[in-house]
């Protein structure tokens, strides 16, 4: 259970969640090219790594 500052994917077509936890199942699908540091505009936080706070 790692805390990250939170994290989105710049992809247009992933949902529209930011991550927290740097081995959150879904986060860690991001590639790195596409893994943006912050919340993101209007993005909800991934009910995954809720989960695991
Ligand atoms: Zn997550």
Partial sequence: MT???PYH???P???DVYHW???CPA???IPARNKV???G???RPC???ERMD
């Fill in 37 to 39: 540091s912050g919340k």
């Fill in 47 to 49: 009910r995954l790594c």
């Fill in 21 to 23: 936890h740097d081995n």
């Fill in 3 to 5: 805390k990250v500052t």
């Fill in 9 to 11: 994917s710049s992809n």
């Fill in 13 to 15: 077509t992933d949902p």
């Fill in 41 to 43: 505009y209007g993005n």
């Fill in 27 to 29: 986060g860690s699908q």
